[in-house]
């Protein structure tokens, strides 16, 4: 008997809500028993990140109140720049129990072409598109998900504009970060 996963990577520097409502909305609305979130280990265009213990910590601690999600170190394993064709695969093979299926934003969707054959991935994990605010464009969903981004987030961090943080990142995320120091928390 197959079991329905849902795969949700992404470099989660740091995990914000829209990640956690995403999530929250896979596991609500698409044909699944569960959902594995898949930290990126090292970003294949070079990005710097934080450390991939403190992106796996903030992981578990946003998608703890979720049921059925649980935060996969896979691509420590695999080790080298994260590639999702390679990361379904490791997982297809340690569990060719699973159907997989890939959950990606609607932006993501339209930079296709720049992926490791993303025909393979659609192949191996058939898209759960996520519509995004801010992102328009033909054939996109509607949005769903705000237009919350990492970006933005550590740009504030980086301010110590923590009251504007509220309302972006679950608060055990926020005391993670102010705890380590991260982003130049100030």
Not at 67 to 89: F, K, Y
């Amino acid at each position: 008997m197959s079991v329905k996963v849902a795969i949700f990577g992404g470099s989660f520097n740091p995990p914000h809500i829209a990640h956690v409502l995403a999530v929250a909305y896979v596991l609500s609305t698409a044909d699944v028993d569960r959902l594995v979130v898949v930290p990126t280990f090292k970003h294949p265009f070079g990005k710097p990140l934080a450390p991939f213990d403190d992106r796996v910590r903030m992981c578990e601690l946003a998608m703890a109140p979720l049921p059925s999600v649980e935060v996969s170190r896979i691509e420590e394993r695999l080790d080298g720049a994260s590639l999702t064709l390679r990361t379904l695969e490791a997982i297809k093979q340690e569990r060719p129990d699973w159907e997989l299926q890939l959950v990606m934003g609607a932006d993501l969707l339209a930079e296709a072409d720049k992926w490791f054959r993303f025909d393979e991935v659609r192949k191996l994990a058939p898209p759960i598109v996520l519509g995004r605010a801010g992102f328009d464009q033909p054939g996109a969903p509607p949005p769903i998900l705000p237009a919350v981004s990492s970006t933005r987030v550590r740009e504030l961090i980086a301010r110590g504009r923590w009251a504007d943080l509220e309302a972006l990142l679950p608060r055990h995320v926020m005391e993670h970060i102010r705890a380590r120091g991260l982003y130049d928390a100030a």
